[in-house]
């Protein structure tokens, strides 16, 4: 049977990086989006400035959360990864297969 290393290491690498930073920021992006149109119409189509100013502070605060959950979700597989308490060039050598 497989060590636990191994496997995280084939469920890490199935997906390529690209895919999963798409993946988390997918949602996010789309609410921001949202969001800037609000505050648009909000501040220029019906005149209230101040719910316009409100509502176009949101999209960096979304972006904000999204970014912390993706960098927290990152760091769990470095960490199920590298085997924490490991000194780095010995975590090095069992990812690369040397030990």
């Known amino acids: 049977m497989a060590s636990r290393q191994q496997l ?56 904000a959360f999204a970014s912390y959950f993706n960098q927290r979700k990152m760091r769990r597989q470095l960490e199920t990864l590298t085997q924490p308490g490991t000194k780095l060039r010995e975590a090095f050598d069992s990812m690369m297969g040397n030990r």
């Open 8 to 63: 995280t290491e084939q469920d890490v690498t199935e997906k390529q990086p690209e895919a999963i930073s798409d993946e988390a920021m997918g949602p996010a992006v789309l609410a921001s989006a949202a969001s800037v149109g609000l505050s648009l119409y909000y501040y220029f189509i019906r005149g209230d400035r101040q719910l316009g100013t409100f509502v176009g502070l949101w999209p960096p605060t979304i972006l």
